[in-house]
């Protein structure tokens, strides 16, 4: 069960590594990218920043609900032997 | 500036911090053996646990520096936020649950579970203390600045107090008191910050009339020889023709103004910075700051200590809304950005000149469109993102490496994962910081952005926004704002020491050296270190007053990134690390980054005195190069000290 929420946890954090990554390299090596405005007059690097916070804690949320359903899938298993 | 205490804040302030004195004296009574003054008996509930971490997390760094820095740079503090935020996916996804299973009070615990190691708990235990110690030196530089403006005391007495009853709370009640704390005082972060930015919201933009808070001079022409006595009939001086004027020219490559001292027989002197409107030029009202002989002399007289005396002016408005309105009224969360967007806001620059008296600071208006506000890369340390400089990318890049690597190696975070029962819990609790530090980060923007806009902020000190924000709202709103900052740094300054106390006595004193404690002795021994270490941090927070406190708390990560990361990651996830790998990686990453700090062009310049472009390191921030350093010698070691005999824990 541990190696399988570490395995989970692994997958997650690749996914927001990506998506950090993408945000610091982009504000480092196309910083006129972050000025475009494409939603409600607001620039990218605001929007995007705004979503990194969001998706931490969307995956937040998403590795907490799997895993807890692991814990009582498997505790159910343990009552059953 | 000059800050007067006011009854009411004071009465809010200590009714407050009275309040949770007193608590952590209630609640510390039930902690009397060891488990419970270090891990408060792993009973903590995880949502408690939680929102303590949001508690130990917003630190003064969170709250004063990144309000600061958003408030005089714009976006570029929001950078750190961010940053702050993502290495939570770090601590959730790869490290709360092993760490969990592995130790029982400290890091190192964690760490040397399987070799039964001194040497490791020798590094681990030193590790720790020096990243609590460069962790607290910002705490304690935002204890001064929250007292200056609330009591009207220097920073040295602000420091003092908050070391002392730091160290009354720790002594007094350990991990339930500190827990419980921290808990109370998240909530109120949040809650009061998110009160704060509707009141922003509400208040919307304006724009000063012409004047109102510093005059514009002209149109003149630079060029012509009768500058001075222009400038001298404009400013309605006795004697015109008698006026004198010098002016400074940029250094060469920068976006400075042109600076023009004016001399006016029986005024002091004053300075002003050119402006173009389309064809002409004009004058703005400069502001300038110097210490002679300990005394602060402020537009070229001598600061009063009563409102109504010399002062610098405050700062923070903006000079043109989009539609060329006056007023906006009150705006929602978007509609607030994208107006910003289309806004002209005046920001302030630095030059340290010869004037009247050498070294004189100039502060000058530099109008700024909203568009180049909410981009980053104003800030001078990020100035990487705007310029074609590889090295600054690099020291942006390394930066935001530590920021993300190093919340997962901070010795009180990790220890807030002893105080619940279980890995889930753990988890859970995690989950629940993540959730309330995000949404007060996604505050963190509107709250500095409403600071840029206050017309309240002190030109001299970026750590003061926030408290200065909410005055300028209503001064109930800033007592209670600033008792909670207060709380703030009393709450991440006991965590810390109560970490550092940990890594005294339980692993220096106790593992390393071999002492046996009884029960009793262990936490004496422990109350001993944590005023030892109290001490230490009033020392440091004294000495560092100047510099923005998100910006010190950058370098507390790239220090815990580097000695913890790797040790940490490779001990979960590499079979084949060894005891001296472990040993050997923490003491290079924690020597390497500390060196790195102290050898940087901004130490050089901050702290030394001296020529920025004398350091010995190419960029400021170690982390890009120091945490895979840590990592290099971890593999390296590791590999060259495999037990031979196939009976070590590479064959188990």
Redesign the interface.
């Known amino acids: 069960m541990a190696t399988r929420n570490a395995r989970l946890g692994m997958g997650l954090f690749v996914v927001y590594l990506v998506l950090y990554g993408t945000y610091v390299f982009l504000n480092a090596f196309s910083a006129q990218t972050m000025e475009a405005t494409p939603f409600a007059g607001i620039n990218l690097a605001i929007l995007f920043g705004f979503g990194l916070i969001i998706a931490a804690l969307v995956l937040s949320l998403v590795y907490g609900a799997i895993c807890t359903a692991g814990d009582s899938t498997s505790q159910e298993k343990e009552a059953d032997l | 500036m000059i800050y007067e205490a006011s009854p009411l804040a004071v009465v809010v302030f200590f009714l407050f911090v009275g309040v949770t004195l007193g608590l952590s004296f209630f609640l510390g009574k039930k902690a009397q053996s060891s488990e419970g003054y270090f891990a408060a008996h792993s009973q903590i509930p995880w949502f408690v646990n939680g929102i303590a971490f949001a508690g130990d997390y917003l630190s003064a760094a969170s709250f004063l520096g990144i309000c600061g820095m958003i408030s005089f740079f714009g976006?570029d503090g929001?950078?750190y936020?961010?940053g702050f935020?993502?290495g939570?996916?770090?601590a959730?996804?790869?490290v709360a649950?092993?760490l969990k299973?592995l130790g029982q009070f400290t890091f190192a615990d964690a760490l040397d579970s399987q070799f039964q190691s001194r040497g490791i708990k020798l590094a681990a235990g030193v590790s720790t203390l020096a990243v609590s110690v460069f962790y607290l030196i910002p705490q304690m530089v935002g204890a001064g600045v929250l007292i200056q403006p609330l009591l009207g005391f220097d920073h040295y007495v602000g420091v003092l107090i908050v070391g002392t009853t730091v160290i009354l709370i720790v002594v007094s009640a350990g991990m339930v008191s500190t827990t419980w704390v921290q808990f109370i005082k998240g909530s109120l972060l949040v809650i009061f910050s998110a009160l704060l930015t509707i009141m922003i919201l509400a208040r919307g933009f304006q724009v000063p009339k012409e004047n109102e808070f510093f005059r514009t001079l002209g149109p003149v022409d630079l060029a012509s020889g009768t500058l001075a006595s222009d400038v001298g009939t404009l400013l309605r001086a006795s004697a015109p023709q008698e006026t004198v004027t010098r002016i400074i020219d940029p250094v060469d490559n920068s976006d400075e103004p042109q600076l023009v001292v004016v001399n006016v027989p029986g005024e002091p002197q004053s300075v002003w910075s050119a402006a173009q409107r389309g064809e002409t030029t004009y004058l703005v009202e400069a502001q300038t700051h110097v210490v002679v002989d300990g005394k602060e002399i402020v537009n070229g007289k001598e600061k009063g200590t009563k409102k109504g005396e010399p002062e610098l002016k405050p700062i923070g408005h903006l000079s043109r809304l989009p539609g060329g309105v006056q007023e906006t009224g009150g705006l929602g969360p978007?509609e607030f950005?994208?107006t910003l967007?289309?806004s002209e806001i005046v920001l302030w620059g630095k030059k340290t000149s010869d004037l009247e008296h050498p070294k004189t600071t100039i502060y000058y208006q530099k109008p700024t469109l909203g568009?180049d506000v909410?981009?980053?890369?104003t800030h001078p340390k990020f100035k990487?993102?705007?310029s074609n400089k590889t090295i600054d990318?690099i020291n942006?890049?390394s930066l935001?490496l530590a920021l993300?690597c190093g919340t997962a190696s901070l010795p009180h975070i990790l220890i807030r994962y002893y105080t619940v029962k279980d890995?889930?819990s753990a988890?859970?609790s995690?989950?629940v910081g993540?959730?309330s530090i995000?949404f007060f980060?996604?505050l963190t923007?509107f709250l500095g952005l409403g600071a840029m806009t206050s017309g309240a902020l002190d030109v001299t000190n970026s750590n003061m926004a926030a408290p200065l924000l909410a005055k300028s709202m209503a001064d109930w709103l800033f007592a209670i704002i600033s008792a909670i900052a207060f709380t703030t740094v009393l709450g991440t300054v006991s965590g810390l020491i109560l970490a550092s106390s940990g890594a005294v006595t339980h692993d220096l004193l106790k593992n390393v050296l071999g002492y046996q404690f009884s029960e009793d002795d262990q936490v004496r021994v422990a109350k001993i270190s944590s005023v030892v270490v109290g001490a230490i941090a009033i020392v440091l927070g004294i000495l560092f007053e100047g510099l923005n406190v998100g910006y010190l708390v950058g370098w507390a990560f790239s220090v815990a990134a580097s000695a913890n990361l790797p040790s940490l990651l490779m001990l979960l996830f590499w079979k084949r690390t060894t005891s001296q790998g472990i040993i050997a990686a923490i003491l290079v990453g924690m020597i390497s980054s500390l060196a790195w700090i102290l050898l940087s062009g901004d130490t050089f310049s901050t702290i030394y005195g001296m020529s920025a472009d004398d350091a010995w390191v190419p960029f400021d921030q170690p982390g890009l190069v120091t945490i895979p350093l840590g990592f290099l010698t971890l593999v390296i070691v590791s590999l060259l000290t495999q037990p031979r005999d196939k009976s070590g824990r590479a064959n188990a």
């Open positions: 976006y929001f950078l936020s961010i935020l993502a939570w996916i770090v959730l996804f790869v649950e092993p299973r978007l950005l994208s967007q289309q568009k909410l981009r980053p890369g990487g993102i705007q990318k942006f890049l935001m993300f890995g889930a988890r859970k995690t989950i993540i959730a995000g980060y996604i923007l």
